[in-house]
Nanobody, 119 residues
Framework: QVQLQESGPGLVKPSQTLSLTCTVSGGSITSNYNYWTWIRQPPGKGLEWIGYIAYSGSTHYTPSLKSRTYISRDTSKNQFTLQLSSVTPEDTAVYYC???????????WGQGTQVTVSS
């Protein structure tokens, strides 16, 4: 059973960089055809796809956030990390790390972590 767990600060000041880590257990982040994805949900809004780092190490970001987003990984720790720079209050959301498998879609999710951007 694959499990994902987000960790990171719950409060970030405007203009700073938001940094979240997802620790994966029960499966390797280098296993073929899995895409390790970040998704967020602002208050009162729907889910927003942020980007992924693939099993190969390649990355892809949603165009609207691309200039501020960086996703990386540490294969020795089986973790992947989201960095979102120059945050504003509009980046306040619950952030989820997920696994997107080609066969089953978004099949595993972390519990989500609330990040608030405020001074």
């Amino acid at each position: 059973q694959v499990q994902l767990q987000e960790s990171g600060p719950g409060l970030v000041k405007p203009s700073q960089t938001l940094s979240l880590t997802c620790t994966v257990s029960g499966g390797s982040i280098t296993s073929n055809y899995n895409y390790w994805t970040w998704i967020r949900q602002p208050p009162g809004k729907g889910l927003e796809w942020i980007g992924y780092i693939a099993y190969s190490g390649s990355t892809h970001y949603t165009p609207s956030l691309k200039s501020r987003t960086y996703i990386s990984r540490d294969t020795s720790k089986n973790q992947f990390t989201l960095q979102l720079s120059s945050v504003t209050p509009e980046d306040t959301a619950v952030y989820y790390c997920t696994r997107d498998s080609l066969a089953l879609g978004l099949d595993y999710w972390g519990q989500g972590t609330q990040v608030t951007v405020s001074s």
